[in-house]
């Protein structure tokens, strides 16, 4: 590397054409009728507040806030769970509006489209001429589109959100003053969002505050001290692409295909099929190590038509996200929402890991790989999930509730085990701990006594008429079967409602 290259003269990156829907997890909402659009609408991940509208931010609310605080901002806000197959079924029809105007299109997550510039720019006529008609073809499918253009993926992304063509080489000066911050806006996993958010907030404490400073620090050096992800966080501050060109290929295409017999018409049908090939590809490049820059999902129908999409890919991707993201990608073609559903239904499932290389520093480490007798239990979930259906094998996950049966949710096992309901959120009225280890499927009757023996009620104000001291079980009473009892345990407080 020569002297200029390190002051700061750098070759520029890829040409690259960027299309950013603002707030599109909030417009994906709107669009299924779960708010209304005058409404200020806010989604959250169980922790902080991740998207919001326009009206909320005028407001005061903003991302990373806690609900109550949002809430304490702003009263009349709308808050909604955050679903990301809600936002790749919505984003469907606006791709394939936008595959009118420029056919190879990858798009990096729900809202944001990546493309190359050089062939679009020749045969549309210019650079301004392709962002026009790609803010049409997105206006046409009902979403308000931003495109910006630039050298260099960061500065492509960045461009987009202020609507902005940059000129040739011009991208690492746009990019300087900006926020460390900013690289959070690459990302397109939860893993690789938490990687770069820990990275900018040790680099921000060492005293780095913007990308212009990480441009100019020694290559080496940031290699030494921050591994990959700060040499490809250095890369993106400069200008250029993530991952410096290769010209041979490092690795071959890695591909799970399978015959679906009979046709799938239904999205359980097709969605069990491919988490089979979603786990055979992941174990696959797990076990030569090795990770993908691009995510490819063909399905051919029975009339021979075939389904393609290609997703970007930043950093690792665990089984269970690679076989969400699939899923999703079959639910916006099979449910109709796409516009053009299959006219017949699926014969053929490919999942294909295109841009292979070798997964290097960001292996699982040492304390995050699966065990043996975990992934051996895994396989044989699967199994039986094959012989009964996707409901056959369920997976238990802690929910937030008042009852010691509401704070636990049974979903199918490999979906996503993300809680409906915050369990770290108080609860007023909920049964303190230590919970029963048994919970009868049957409510059973008993009654509640007090130290004399008087039976115990409660009130239209919810007052007990005396302190609770027995709990008599009513079927076994002739037994002699009465248990005493010093404290107020769950069976007493079913017991003390009014009819117990």
């Given amino acids: 590397m020569s002297v200029a290259t390190e002051a700061g003269t750098w070759p520029s990156g890829t040409r690259l054409v960027a299309l950013w829907v603002p707030d599109w997890p909030v417009v994906a909402a709107l669009n299924e009728g779960l708010a209304g659009a005058h409404q200020p609408v806010a989604l959250h991940d169980g922790r902080g507040v991740v998207a919001l509208s326009a009206q909320a931010r005028a407001q005061g609310v903003r991302r990373g806030m806690r609900r109550r605080s949002a809430q304490a901002m702003c009263p009349d806000l709308v ?15 606006v791709l394939q509006a936008l595959e009118e105007v420029v056919p190879l299109l990858v798009p990096m997550r729900p809202g944001l489209v990546l493309t190359g510039a050089r062939g679009p720019t020749r045969y549309l006529g210019g650079e301004m001429q ?7 073809a997105a ?9 910006g253009i630039a050298d260099g993926l960061l500065a492509a992304v960045l461009a987009a959100r202020g609507d902005t063509v940059l000129a040739p080489g011009t991208s690492a000066a746009y990019l300087a003053g900006r926020d460390m911050r900013e690289l959070i806006h690459v990302t397109t996993t939860r893993q690789a969002r938490a990687e770069m958010t820990e990275l900018t907030g040790v680099l921000r404490r060492l005293g780095l505050h913007t990308l212009g400073g990480l441009a100019e620090l020694p290559r080496r050096q940031v290699h030494a001290r921050f591994g990959a992800l700060g040499e490809q966080a250095q890369r993106l501050a400069r200008g ?6 290769q010209a041979p290929r490092p690795e071959p295409d890695l591909t799970s295909s399978a015959d679906l017999d009979p046709p799938a018409s239904r999205l359980d049908v097709a969605a069990f099929a491919a988490r089979r090939l979603a786990e055979e590809l992941h174990q696959r490049m797990v076990r030569r190590g090795v990770l993908c820059g691009l995510l490819r999902v063909l399905a051919r129908t029975s009339e021979g038509g075939e389904l393609v999409r290609t997703w970007r890919i930043d950093g690792a991707l665990s089984a269970s996200e690679l076989t969400d993201r ?8 099979l449910s109709g929402r796409s516009g053009r559903p299959p006219s017949a239904p699926l014969t053929h499932l490919a999942l294909t890991a295109e841009e292979v290389m070798p997964a290097a520093a960001v292996q699982e480490g040492l304390w995050g790989q699966t065990g043996r007798g975990e992934r051996q239990a895994g396989r044989a979930a699967l199994r039986i999930q094959g012989l009964l259906g996707a409901d056959g094998v369920l997976a238990p996950v802690a929910e937030g509730g008042r009852a010691p049966r509401d704070r636990i949710r049974l979903v199918a096992w490999g979906d996503e085990l993300s809680p409906v309901r915050d369990p770290g959120a108080p609860w007023p009225g909920q049964i303190p701990r230590p919970l029963p280890a048994r919970v009868p499927a049957d409510p059973v009757p008993v009654q509640l006594l007090d130290a004399e023996g008087a039976p115990v009620r409660v009130d239209e104000r919810g007052h007990l008429s005396g302190a ?33």
């Fill in 130 to 136: 392709v962002a026009q008609q790609l803010v049409g």
């Fill in 79 to 93: 808050l909604l769970r955050v679903d990301e197959g809600r936002d790749v079924r919505a984003f469907e029809p």
């Fill in 326 to 333: 699939v899923r999703w990608q079959l639910d916006g073609w």
């Fill in 240 to 245: 250029l692409d993530a991952h410096p060109p």
């Fill in 468 to 500: 609770p001291d027995v709990v008599l079980d009513v079927v076994h009473a002739g037994d002699g079967g009465a248990a005493a009892s010093g404290e107020w345990s769950s069976g007493a407080a079913d017991a003390g409602r009014p009819g117990g």
């Fill in 139 to 147: 206006a046409e499918a009902g979403a308000e589109a931003q495109v």
